[in-house]
């Protein structure tokens, strides 16, 4: 066993010795990057891209909150958003793929709901959550 020990120790150095000897890797030449992309140089989100192309325009998004379980919990959010002079609207159906209810807060009025306001009413209301979506498709109450 003694021996079989001290012959892997000794193949073993004279792989390392082996390995040591073999040349070097030449360095690839890399054209720069800059010559690929041509002129688009900088990247640019979506929300900054052209309107027409892939944005949707400002007045196109809504903000939504509620997920509420209970009609009941969604009238004294609506009553609270009332008393903030917060106009909101109940939205009839489902929102996408979100569950619960939800209101529709008028588009003069969600300038008013900051994410202060937002965490507030969040400790207030359990389970509140807000989005913003596209305004098209969503049937209201009113």
């Known amino acids: 066993m003694r021996w079989l020990f001290l012959l892997l120790v000794v193949l073993n150095g004279v792989y390392y010795v082996w390995h040591q000897q073999e040349a070097p890797l030449k360095v690839k030449e890399v054209a720069p990057l800059s010559l690929y992309k041509g002129n688009q140089q900088d990247i640019r989100l979506l929300s900054e ?22 009609q009941e919990q969604l009238d004294a959010l609506r009553q609270r958003l009332l008393s903030l002079d917060v106009a909101a609207i ?13 209101l529709q807060i ?37």
Not at 49 to 70: I, W
């Open 106 to 142: 008028a588009p003069q009025s969600q300038r008013l709901l900051d994410q202060t306001l937002l965490g507030t009413l969040s400790h207030d209301f359990k389970d509140l959550k807000h989005k913003i979506m596209l305004c098209r498709g969503i049937a209201t109450g009113e």
């Open 90 to 102: 109940p939205v009839v159906g489902r929102l996408g793929d979100a569950t619960g209810l939800w």
């Open 49 to 70: 891209s052209h309107p027409g192309k892939h944005a949707p325009e400002r007045g196109q998004e809504c903000l939504y909150v509620g997920g509420m379980n209970t």
